[in-house]
T-cell receptor, first 111, second 112 residues
Framework: GQQVMQIPQYQHVQEGEDFTTYCNSS?????IQWYKQRPGGHPVFLIQ?????EVKKQKRLTFQFGEAKKNSSLHITATQTTDVGTYFC???????????FGTGTKLQVIP | DAGVIQSPRHEVTEMGQEVTLRCKPI?????LFWYRQTMMRGLELLIY????????DSGMPEDRFSAKMPNASFSTLKIQPSEPRDSAVYFC??????????FGPGTRLLVL
């Protein structure tokens, strides 16, 4: 079945440093979504990428979808303590609305 | 909009007991998902429904787990009998015409 891996599994950064998490799928995706889960909370949708090579920005967050539509990345510029949480990518290979969630990257920001 | 509603928020039970988790999706959404989250296994899809019909239940661990969606506004996930290894956070999520999923707050289950 489809597998979606993320690296790194954990990341500790000093506040103000940049952060990047990478997502790789074993199969070509029709689209990819990113979610954020705060400690003790539930996953919250951030964004969806559909086109090959697509780049989207949300304030300090930059999302990229690979040319082959098998990988994606999330980059946070100048991290803040409010960025703490686990970031998941979720890939859709087509058909209904089922997505496969990645393994997640847990971000800790040190003030 | 109240979002996805789950109950109970916390459940502590003893091994062998039946556990029923409940979910009310966002009104108008046609897909509903049940996930289980643990430290060891991450976020796992257990089952999802489209228009109240189970589409994929390949993630359901074993026969002790069952899920129903009798109507568009209600779903249950039942574990009978429960075991300590079932301890996890169970999330329900719903989706409308696009793939974006909206998660409920989760049910934290502890089986002693």
């Amino acid at each position: 079945g489809q597998q979606v891996m993320q690296i790194p599994q954990y990341q500790h950064v000093q506040e103000g440093e940049d952060f990047t998490t990478y997502c790789n799928s074993s199969t070509t995706l029709s689209n990819i979504q990113w979610y954020k889960q705060r400690p003790g909370g539930h996953p919250v949708f951030l964004i969806q990428l559909v086109k090959s090579g697509e780049v989207k920005k949300q304030k300090r967050l930059t999302f990229q979808f690979g040319e082959a539509k098998k990988n994606s990345s999330l980059h946070i510029t100048a991290t803040q303590t409010t960025d703490v949480g686990t970031y998941f990518c979720a890939g859709n290979s087509g058909g209904y609305q089922k997505v496969t969630f990645g393994t997640g990257t847990k971000l800790q920001v040190i003030p | 909009d109240a979002g996805v509603i789950q109950s109970p928020r916390h459940e502590v039970t003893e091994m062998g007991q039946e556990v029923t988790l409940r979910c009310k999706p966002i009104s108008g959404h046609n897909s509903l998902f049940w996930y289980r989250q643990t430290m060891m296994r991450g976020l796992e899809l257990l089952i999802y429904f489209n228009n109240n019909v189970p589409i994929d239940d390949s993630g359901m661990p074993e026969d002790r787990f069952s899920a129903k969606m009798p109507n568009a506004s209600f779903s249950t996930l039942k574990i009978q009998p429960s075991e300590p290894r079932d301890s996890a956070v169970y999330f329900c999520a719903s989706a409308g015409g696009v793939e974006t999923q909206y998660f409920g707050p989760g049910t934290r289950l502890l089986v002693l």
